[in-house]
């Protein structure tokens, strides 16, 4: 697959094979009613581009609905589809969209991903985040564990030293399987130690029991470091993803979205080789990280400028091919 078609999403979407693609994300106009500017390559180019919808909410909705549903059909049984959108329609797009195509049963998270640092308002609080609706085709979709850095709040429960941050762990366990002394301390009345004497002189020699006060080892003494550790699991806000206006991978365009992002979503859903789309390519961070993520992929939009801005992207790592949609 692998191209980047110009052309009406819609018009493109009704050319793909029924169920051939393992995950669709979209990042759609939002009816913002804004025109946005465009500056980009070394030349600083500009283009413009509008967001406006004269028919209201109901011709958005309209609009937008339409295409969900053909990329609900090119969408195999194990893929889901990730939408991005804000404040102005958020509400209506997963009732009269997505709970109607997909199914309430298959809605899956509400995604708040903080996309900007604090935002001052005398009248109202600041807006710093958009909403990313993430449904499955069906129960059989794909799903991938993924974990993040431990927070602030979660590293204050663990102590530090030179090896790093760790926190005090058990060594003993209900039951009686190994009571025995062990270097001036007994497990406890119906308490066995959790680990073989061997196993805990292993712990000992290597530094990872905390002592007493008389150099005896602490029951609750066995030192369990983070960095040994998955890490937390991944949850449904994401604040640690803002693409900061210093950020080397700006480019200029005005709804472009972090790397990272892209990259979070594609690995949860999806296996390499899979097929991920976008049809509202925009910038090109989707078909830029499932191409370095070893996914097939497919980009579309109807604005050239997208295009060639995706391109350049996309030659950037090795790949660039625009391919006319009739």
Not at 194 to 222: C, M, V
């Amino acid at each position: 697959m692998n191209e980047l078609i110009l052309g009406d999403c819609l018009e493109v979407l009704k050319t793909i094979e029924a169920e051939s693609v393992d995950l669709v994300y979209l990042d759609p106009p939002f009816f913002s009613n804004r025109n946005y500017e465009v500056i980009w390559g070394d030349s600083g180019e500009m283009r413009s581009f509008q967001d406006r919808w004269s028919g209201g909410i109901d011709h958005y909705i309209s609009w937008l609905k339409e295409r969900v549903m053909e990329m609900h059909r090119v969408l195999k049984p194990t893929g889901s589809i990730f939408l991005h959108c804000d404040w102005h329609a958020n509400a209506y797009i997963r009732v009269y969209i997505l709970d109607k195509i997909f199914g309430e049963r298959h809605f899956l998270n509400e995604i708040v991903w903080k996309r900007t640092t604090a935002h001052g308002n005398s009248k109202r609080l600041g807006r710093v985040y958009d909403t990313i609706f993430y449904y499955a085709k069906s129960t059989a979709h794909q799903y991938r564990n993924l974990t993040t850095d431990f927070s602030e709040q979660q590293l204050a429960r663990y102590k530090q030293d030179e090896q790093g941050y760790y926190r005090a762990e058990n060594l003993t366990s209900p039951g009686k399987a190994r009571q025995f002394e062990w270097r001036g301390l007994w497990p406890g009345e119906n308490r066995s130690w959790a680990y073989s004497l061997q196993q805990l002189e292993i712990f000992y020699e290597q530094g990872l029991i905390l002592l007493q006060k008389d150099g005896r080892p602490r029951k609750d003494g066995l030192k369990k470091y983070l960095h040994d550790t998955a890490g937390a699991a991944l949850q449904d806000l994401w604040t640690d993803l803002v693409l900061a206006p210093t950020n080397g991978e700006r480019i200029g365009y005005p709804t472009q979205k972090p790397e990272s992002l892209l990259k979070r979503i594609i690995l949860c859903a999806t296996d390499e080789s899979n097929v991920v789309l976008d049809p509202f390519v925009g910038s090109g961070t989707t078909v830029v990280m499932a191409h370095k993520l070893n996914r097939s992929w497919l980009g579309i939009d109807q604005a050239e400028t997208a295009l060639k801005v995706s391109q350049q992207r996309l030659q950037q790592i090795g790949w660039a091919n625009i391919k006319e949609a009739l």
